[in-house]
């Protein structure tokens, strides 16, 4: 299955400011997932990023506060702006597994935001 | 999308058989069933699909009734190291909804 690898694995960040997480997946992939786990809870889909076109977002996220790049089959990354101290949880990547069998995840990145 | 039911918690000790139900009333003809296991500070990690009746792999067991209404993710044996959070998902294509998982704590 493909391996990711997601940068930063953590950070504190200031309010208001901005933060870009990266992630790198080993093989080429239509689609990238990203997903919010706060603190004890389940996953939220935030957006899917398709290569060459804009990314589509689920209902309660919006561009302007999380806009998404994904220049190539094997790179996004994820931008959390302005953030606010409720912004704090875990962001996760994640591709179609191989053979479209499950989805491989990232070990995510734990924003803290102070 | 699906919408899922399971325990939100389960105990036991090590060597049991354990055994996680989940309730998805309304899955839709073409859903498929996953599960998914996540360690604190980890992404899920993928553990088995199903269809309908059983399928095993080296990790698990999902069995599937007829009715495919529910499904019972099977771990035999289960070990300290198996206290995680299962997450049943049901649905077909690339959107995926998780529900709010099973948080299983194995006793020595």
């Known amino acids: 299955s493909a391996v990711i690898s997601q940068k930063p694995s953590r950070d504190i960040c200031q309010r208001g400011t901005s933060l870009t997480i990266q992630c790198q997946v080993d093989?080429?992939?239509?689609?990238m997932f990203w997903y919010r786990q706060q603190p004890g809870q389940s996953l939220t889909l935030i957006a899917t990023?398709?290569?060459?076109?804009?990314?589509?977002?689920e209902s309660g996220f919006v561009i302007d506060k999380f806009p998404i790049s994904r220049p190539n089959l094997t790179f996004s990354t994820l931008t959390v702006s302005n953030m606010s101290p409720e912004d704090s949880s875990i962001y996760l990547c994640?591709?179609?597994?191989?053979?479209?069998?499950?989805?491989?995840f990232g070990s995510g990145t734990r924003l803290t935001v102070v | 999308l699906a919408k899922t039911t399971q325990p939100i918690s389960m105990d036991s000790y090590e060597g049991q058989e354990v055994n996680i139900t989940c309730s998805h009333n309304?899955?839709?003809?073409?859903?498929?069933i996953t599960w998914y296991q996540q360690f604190p500070s980890q992404g899920p990690r993928f553990i088995i699909q199903g269809y309908k009746t059983k399928v095993t792999n080296e990790v698990a067991s999902l069995f599937i009734p007829a009715d495919r209404k529910s499904s019972t993710l099977s771990l035999p044996r289960v070990s300290l190291s198996d206290t995680a959070v299962y997450y049943c998902?049901?649905?077909?294509?690339?959107?995926?909804?998780f529900g709010a998982g099973t948080r299983l704590f194995v006793k020595a």
């Open positions: 998902l049901v649905g077909e294509g690339f959107k995926t909804i």
């Open positions: 309304n899955i839709a003809t073409n859903d498929y």
């Open positions: 994640s591709v179609v597994g191989t053979d479209n069998y499950g989805y491989t």
């Open positions: 093989s080429q992939v239509t689609m």
């Open positions: 990023a398709n290569q060459g076109s804009e990314a589509t977002y």
